[in-house]
């Protein structure tokens, strides 16, 4: 049973996290000054961590700009019309690549983006509750969550501040090194698998945990498949390492859709607390209710395979026209109407991209959006998946010949991608019977198999709306296989681009170690260079 927010509490977690001390040195080093860890309950800032990484609370820019103007896109699970959306024409808003890590851009507090909202915190719990009995289970927490908070910065920047990253308070190392890529990989797999190890039953159930309630035995098997998934993300630079630590935790990672790690939005908290995704798509901050939609790929993919998600994730009709923000409370749920945008168009009168030239058009409401079921104020934020956790094992076994029948956990995992839907609203749910008979009427073949099993891990994190993770998961495999748009300007010469450039704002915050990051990319700091792990 997943907690709730109570408002009070993440109110003023949220605005204690954001406010703090601001001199000369970079906001992501300096610890809030309205509480330290004398005479504050590291719970809350658990919470606050939490509820960071589902999403910025200054509109969910980084959710906004990061997850879904560029990461949606770019993999072809979205598309938009909107002038900004920038992604699937790869042209590069440096301001919008730097909205994850944070910077100060609209917030002259600085108090938005990852370094700030989800760094900060979490290093405040790791540090505040080492080597204190009464906080033994939350300090492994806190470790494990360092670990998924950092994968996606690394994952989407490549070498970062790590090591020291969030400690200025604790030592005055205002100005972090970035620690290079590899070596975050190394001590994040080392740290949760010790983490993992020291979480005890018998001890304290931390109460600020949202995801679990402070269940114990679910955070190990979270923790154990966030290893999986790690290591999974080496399996071309550094195979050795990734089975070494795949083979670790064979057994115990997530066993059912009931393990699934989630965060429930409050709709009572406007934009401290409702669902960062819902926001956006809902249109609260602009047009994107009427002219962002599920992509042509993505839906003509579902469709090729007659999945029944697609009745489940996508309707038409649901936004009649761009004056209002109301629903139609009818939509379209049929799969035969259901028709994808194409990726790359705009609203321009020129031919051959403006989007009422292209042979699909007919009226916006006649291209699909996300289901209601997905996008709901008090909606839920997914972070990690049984589903993911039987693909990713599914890879391991078909790549490696380690972990069992790839046939097998293919299944499993295709079953649980289409069945947890339910976990979003009863009425999305594809019943157990249906979704077995899916995987009867398209049978997993190992000539093709790591194709299937990352084609559909893409479908899956789509339709947890965590692009995210589509998109790292492609650059790792290049599946499934995208067509790339080509649109004028744009700033990749028409290839899918590979990582996020450095915030510009680093150059004058962090002068010395940034200029050393960006010396030691290949390719240099552009969005065609690539991560470490992004072996070619």
Not at 23 to 44: Q, R
Not at 266 to 273: I, L, M, S, Y
Request: aromatic share 12%; charged share 20%.
């Amino acid at each position: 049973m997943k907690k709730i927010f109570k408002l009070t509490i993440i109110a003023s977690v949220c605005l204690l996290t954001s406010v703090g001390c601001r001199k000369n040195f970079d906001v992501i080093n300096t610890d809030p000054s309205t509480y330290n860890p004398g005479n504050f309950d590291p719970n809350f800032v658990l919470t606050s961590a939490q509820l960071g990484y589902s999403g910025s609370i200054d509109f969910s820019y980084d959710t906004w700009r990061a997850n879904l103007i560029y990461c949606s896109t770019m993999m072809q699970g979205m598309s938009s019309v909107i002038g900004y959306w920038a992604g699937d024409k790869y042209i590069l808003n440096a301001g919008y690549t730097a909205a994850y890590w944070g910077f100060k851009g609209e917030n002259p507090t600085g108090g938005d983006g990852a370094y700030a909202e989800q760094v900060r915190p979490i290093v405040d719990v790791v540090k505040s509750t080492q080597d204190k009995p009464q906080y033994a289970n939350l300090h492994q927490i806190a470790r494990i969550m360092k670990a998924l908070i950092f994968q996606r910065i690394t994952d989407l920047y490549g070498d970062v501040p790590y090591s020291q990253a969030g400690i200025g308070f604790y030592d005055k190392t205002y100005f972090p090194v970035y620690d290079k890529q590899q070596a975050i990989y190394a001590d994040m797999l080392k740290e949760v698998t010790e983490a993992v190890a020291a979480l005890d039953p018998a001890k304290d159930r931390p109460s600020g945990d949202v995801y679990y309630n402070g269940d114990v035995n679910k955070w190990k098997r979270f923790g154990n498949t966030l290893i999986l998934r790690m290591a999974m993300r080496l399996s071309k630079v550094d195979p050795a390492t990734a089975q070494t630590y795949v083979q670790k935790v064979l057994g115990n990672t997530m066993t059912s859709n009931d393990d699934n790690a989630f965060l429930k939005g409050d709709d009572k908290g406007d934009r401290v607390t409702i669902n960062r995704n819902s926001q956006i798509l809902l249109g609260l901050g602009g047009q994107e209710n009427y002219y962002t939609r599920w992509s042509k790929t993505f839906i003509d993919y579902l469709k090729s395979t007659n999945d029944p998600r697609l009745s489940k994730i996508s309707v038409t009709q649901l936004y009649l026209n761009d004056k209002t923000k109301d629903q139609n409370p009818l939509p379209n749920y049929m799969a035969a109407s259901q028709k994808g945008m194409p990726n790359g168009k705009d609203l321009s009168q020129v031919a051959t991209l403006g989007i009422s030239f292209d042979p699909s058009f007919t009226t916006f409401p006649d291209y699909s959006s996300p289901s209601p079921a997905l996008l709901k104020k008090d909606g839920l934020t997914f972070v990690l998946t049984y589903a993911e956790s039987e693909l990713l094992l599914a890879d391991a076994a078909q790549r490696f010949g380690i972990a069992g029948s790839a046939a097998d956990h293919y299944r499993k995992g295709v079953v649980a991608a289409m069945t947890y839907l339910s976990q979003y609203d009863a009425a999305a749910g594809v019943p157990e019977a249906t979704a077995n008979a899916y995987v009867d009427a398209n049978p997993y073949n190992a000539v093709n198999g790591l194709n299937m099993i990352n084609t559909q891990y893409w479908v899956l994190t789509n339709s947890k709306l965590d692009f995210y993770e589509s998109w790292s998961n492609w650059r790792r495999t290049g599946f499934p296989v995208l067509t790339p748009v080509v649109y004028p300007g744009n700033s990749t010469n028409g290839t899918i681009p590979r990582r996020f450039p450095y915030p510009i704002d680093e150059a004058g915050f962090n002068t010395a170690n940034y200029n050393a990051a960006v010396a030691s990319i290949p390719g240099g700091d552009v969005l065609t260079s690539r991560v470490w792990w992004d072996k070619q």
